[in-house]
């Protein structure tokens, strides 16, 4: 997963065990950490468990389907 947010925002990555960098620089996994406006955050794959939780101060600008702003690609 890779996002560029339009304002400052807090993000935080929980569950599964994930490489998370803002830019080019990694950053703790399961602790909020500042992404500047324009900056690219990137979420890698798992290094251990499955799911893992992006979590994004304002939320996420997308439609809701069945309630819910969230996908589950295993499942469709």
């Known amino acids: ?14 569950g599964a ?3 998370v960098r803002v830019g080019r620089r990694p950053v703790p996994w399961a602790t909020p950490v500042s992404v500047p ?3 690219v955050a990137r ?16 939320g996420f600008a997308v439609r809701p389907v069945l309630g819910s702003r969230s996908t589950d690609t295993l499942s469709g």
């Open 1 to 14: 997963l890779a996002v560029v947010p339009t304002v400052a925002v807090t993000l935080a990555v929980t």
């Open 17 to 19: 065990v994930v490489p």
């Open 37 to 39: 406006a324009g900056a």
């Open 43 to 58: 979420v890698g794959a798992p290094v251990h468990g499955l799911r893992c939780y992006v979590a994004v101060s304002g």
